[in-house]
């Protein structure tokens, strides 16, 4: 059971360029998440999934697309890399059980540095 | 707007010491507080959880406390050794669907042998 993964773990791009991160859980669960840490500030989410085949914006998506074509898989694309987006990305899952404490697992992130 | 605000931003102790980290938030309407630990270059790991009713909850030598009241809670780490040097993030959920969580900024801690 390896829980939250992504890949890749680094990536450098140049501005303009595009990439996808992505994240895959074992977890069988069923919301999924996509946030972004910066230097000082707290994790601010950029797009969730509450199923396969759905996807919905957070705090901060511009810039950003998401596809939640399989259970497992929450992939983040950029299409036009921005310095701005220079930042560390945390992929989370948790499951549907509708309790309130239901807890968000975290996988590892990927720094991405926009140059 | 929903809002996290952690105090102090970063601190040094002894190993052996105790510390207390504090959280102040205004999030509405609240369901749960939590505590992450984020050690350096990994995920946040939950530590504990709170709801409404609840003002104190312990994991091992961590103990969160939380006044609904005064929109208020710590985290206190008795006899810190050197594996707690980590980021500690206080983490609030609104209790809406999705269960939107709003991130306080972290409080950097680093236990110094």
């Known amino acids: 059971n390896a829980g939250v993964t992504q890949t890749p773990k680094f990536r450098v791009l140049k501005t303009g360029q595009s990439m996808t991160l992505l994240c895959a859980q074992d977890?069988?669960?069923?919301?999924m998440y996509w946030y972004r840490q910066d230097p000082g500030m707290g994790l601010r989410l950029i797009h969730y999934?509450?199923?396969?085949?759905?996807?919905a914006k957070g705090e901060v998506p511009d810039g950003y697309n998401v596809s939640r074509l399989k259970k497992q898989n929450f992939l983040l694309g950029l299409e036009s890399a921005a310095p701005s987006q220079t930042s560390v990305y945390f992929c989370?899952?948790?499951?549907?059980?509708?309790?309130?404490?239901?807890?968000?697992?975290f996988g590892p992130g990927t720094r991405l540095t926009v140059l | 707007k929903n809002q996290v605000e952690q105090s102090p931003q970063s601190l040094i102790i002894l190993e052996g010491k105790n510390c207390t980290l504090q959280?102040?938030?205004?999030?509405?309407?609240?369901?749960?507080l939590r505590w992450y630990k984020q050690d350096t270059g990994r995920g946040p790991v939950s530590l504990t959880i709170?709801?409404?009713?609840?003002n104190t909850k312990s994991n091992g030598r961590y103990t969160a406390t939380l006044d609904a009241d005064t929109k208020q809670s710590s985290l206190h780490i008795t006899a810190s050794q050197l594996s707690d040097s980590a980021s500690y993030i206080c983490?609030?959920?609104?209790?809406?669907?999705?269960?939107?969580?709003?991130f306080g900024g972290g409080t950097r801690l680093m236990v110094k042998p």
């Open positions: 989370a899952s948790r499951p549907l059980t509708g309790g309130i404490t239901d807890t968000q697992y």
């Open positions: 977890m069988n669960h069923e919301y």
């Open positions: 999934s509450v199923g396969e085949g759905t996807t």
């Open positions: 959280c102040n938030y205004t999030v509405s309407p609240f369901s749960n």
């Open positions: 709170m709801t409404f009713s609840e």
């Open positions: 983490v609030v959920s609104a209790g809406n669907a999705g269960n939107m969580l709003t």
